[in-house]
């Protein structure tokens, strides 16, 4: 009953637009984040707190980048690899990028497809979109063992710099935990979605909410937000 | 009640919008890519890479992400605390020169 009374209140009441707009929508004591249900706030939230952590990283390789008098390595060279004789500069790291970026595209797909109430294309869609992410975390894992090979350590490397290391480590390794996790939980709402769970409101095993499409929505903004990292550590750590 | 009037308010976009932001993103990608290429270097470098990355970040956040059809409410929320990070870029940026500049002046290593 109260709900419905919130929802009339708030359809019958225009608000205005703009920074007029945002100030109502703060002010006084009324739910701010209206027409955005808590599970998407809160992922939103989440996302906020998590883009400061990959803000400090990058912060803490810039500091030790500006502030070394070792020459930094050239990630060009670093990451280059031999294909057919040739020496590919940062090819396994674009080849990465395009595979982030795929996956990226299939989980929107998802996202609208999940919305339409299709459930076999949807599920079909995070699947490929688990898959690329799989695909993404074994490259970077043949990276690592790549650059350990040739002796790549978080104390030091044979081409300059010992924070390279460190700084590849760290941010490259939390990267690819994001994703990691990513692929898990892509796979558990992939279940969810073929088993029908969103179509007959079944009970989830934790919460015991009902369940609906909207959390392949709040999946698709983690996942679309690890693709956003991406792209600002492969500005920063390899191209610059 | 409340479930039916959060569904009402989902947009419906045609997949065509994704698939053309997803080429977008892979164009971009692949310019970034050929900065490297090309090995430009200096200034042009720089801005390029920059240029290429906020257009990215961008097009995921608002198309991908769906914000550009949330409430501003919310996309001020989201959207202006990261960027207090370039005051601690700024600070941290001060204090890198600081130290190499001690590391040169009493290491006597060459800058």
Same mark, same amino acid.
């Given at each position: 009953?109260?709900?419905? *009374?919130q929802t009339q209140t708030s359809g019958l009441l225009p608000r205005p637009g703009g920074l007029r707009g945002v100030a109502a929508d703060?002010a006084s004591?009324q739910r $701010? =984040?209206k027409s955005? &249900?808590?599970?998407?706030?809160?992922?939103?939230? #989440?996302? +906020?707190?998590?883009?400061?952590? =990959?803000?400090?990283?990058?912060?803490?390789?810039?500091?030790?980048?500006?502030? *070394?008098?070792?020459?930094?390595?050239?990630? &060009?060279?670093?990451?280059?690899?031999?294909?057919?004789?040739?020496?590919?500069?940062?090819? +396994?790291?674009?080849?990465? $990028? #395009?595979?982030?970026? &795929? &996956?990226?595209? *299939?989980?929107?797909?998802?996202?609208?497809?999940?919305?339409? /109430?299709?459930?076999?294309?949807?599920?079909?869609? +995070?699947?490929? *979109?688990? +898959?690329?992410?799989?695909?993404?975390?074994?490259?970077?894992?043949?990276?690592? $063992?790549?650059?350990?090979?040739?002796?790549? /350590?978080? %104390?030091?490397?044979?081409?300059?710099?010992?924070? =390279?290391?460190?700084?590849?480590?760290?941010?490259?390794?939390?990267?690819? $935990?994001?994703?990691?996790?990513?692929?898990?939980?892509?796979?558990?709402?992939?279940?969810?979605?073929? /088993?029908?769970?969103?179509?007959?409101?079944?009970?989830?095993?934790?919460?015991? /909410?009902?369940?609906?499409?909207?959390?392949?929505?709040?999946?698709?903004?983690? %996942?679309?937000?690890?693709?956003?990292?991406?792209?600002?550590?492969?500005?920063?750590?390899?191209?610059? | 009640?409340?479930?039916?009037a959060?569904?009402?308010e989902?947009?419906?976009?045609?997949?065509?919008?994704? !698939?053309?932001?997803?080429?977008?993103?892979?164009?971009?990608?692949?310019?970034?890519?050929?900065?490297?290429?090309? @090995?430009?270097?200096?200034?042009?470098?720089?801005?390029?890479?920059?240029?290429?990355?906020?257009?990215?970040?961008?097009?995921?956040?608002?198309?991908?992400?769906?914000?550009?059809? @949330?409430r501003l409410a !919310?996309?001020?929320?989201?959207?202006?605390?990261?960027? !207090?990070?370039?005051?601690?870029?700024?600070?941290?940026?001060? @204090?890198?020169?600081?130290?190499?500049?001690?590391?040169?002046?009493?290491?006597?290593?060459?800058?």
């Amino acid at each position: 009953m109260t709900e419905t *009374t919130q929802t009339q209140t708030s359809g019958l009441l225009p608000r205005p637009g703009g920074l007029r707009g945002v100030a109502a929508d703060w002010a006084s004591d009324q739910r $701010t =984040f209206k027409s955005v &249900s808590w599970g998407k706030a809160m992922m939103w939230i #989440f996302l +906020l707190s998590d883009t400061f952590v =990959f803000g400090c990283f990058l912060i803490a390789y810039m500091t030790a980048r500006m502030s *070394t008098v070792v020459p930094w390595p050239n990630p &060009s060279e670093v990451f280059a690899l031999t294909i057919a004789g040739h020496e590919i500069p940062l090819i +396994l790291i674009a080849i990465m $990028t #395009f595979v982030l970026i &795929s &996956s990226s595209g *299939t989980m929107a797909m998802a996202v609208n497809f999940g919305y339409r /109430r299709d459930r076999r294309k949807t599920a079909a869609l +995070l699947l490929v *979109t688990a +898959l690329f992410g799989a695909t993404f975390v074994g490259m970077q894992a043949f990276e690592w $063992t790549k650059l350990i090979t040739e002796g790549v /350590r978080p %104390w030091g490397n044979p081409w300059g710099a010992a924070q =390279f290391g460190s700084s590849f480590f760290m941010i490259t390794g939390f990267h690819g $935990t994001h994703v990691t996790f990513g692929v898990i939980f892509l796979l558990i709402i992939a279940r969810k979605v073929l /088993r029908g769970d969103f179509d007959v409101e079944r009970r989830g095993f934790f919460t015991s /909410r009902k369940g609906n499409y909207e959390i392949v929505e709040i999946l698709g903004l983690y %996942w679309h937000f690890v693709d956003l990292v991406w792209v600002f550590i492969f500005a920063f750590f390899y191209l610059w | 009640m409340a479930q039916t009037a959060t569904h009402a308010e989902q947009q419906q976009h045609p997949i065509k919008l994704y !698939l053309v932001v997803w080429g977008l993103l892979f164009v971009l990608s692949a310019l970034s890519y050929l900065v490297d290429y090309l @090995e430009l270097q200096g200034y042009l470098r720089w801005s390029l890479i920059l240029v290429f990355m906020m257009l990215k970040a961008g097009l995921i956040v608002a198309i991908f992400m769906h914000m550009a059809w @949330e409430r501003l409410a !919310l996309t001020y929320a989201i959207l202006l605390p990261p960027l !207090l990070v370039l005051v601690f870029v700024a600070i941290m940026v001060s @204090e890198s020169n600081y130290t190499v500049l001690t590391r040169t002046m009493f290491f006597g290593a060459a800058p």
